[in-house]
């Protein structure tokens, strides 16, 4: 794990508990729940932050992107 790593884990909990608070994994950004939702997601390498060959650690910055197609009305 990266230095500082553990750290931001910590940080992130609270914010975290705060956006998921009420969010309910069964809805759906549908009219009709039988629809199809279509996700294009992609992923690119931003930076490679280290490397410690004796441990097999790799560390990166990813940046991901997320486009949903679903109909909202």
């Known amino acids: 794990m990266a230095k500082g790593g553990l750290f931001g884990q910590?940080?992130?909990?609270?914010?975290?508990?705060?956006?998921?608070?009420?969010?309910?994994?069964?809805?759906?950004?549908?009219?009709?729940?039988?629809?199809?939702?279509?996700?294009?997601?992609?992923?690119?390498?931003?930076?490679v932050v280290g490397l410690e060959e004796l441990d097999q650690v790799f560390t990166t910055l990813l940046w991901l992107r997320l486009v949903s197609t679903a109909l909202l009305y």
């Open 10 to 47: 910590y940080a992130v909990l609270p914010l975290r508990k705060a956006l998921l608070e009420n969010y309910d994994k069964r809805l759906r950004p549908v009219r009709d729940q039988a629809t199809t939702v279509r996700l294009d997601f992609d992923v690119a390498l931003r930076q």
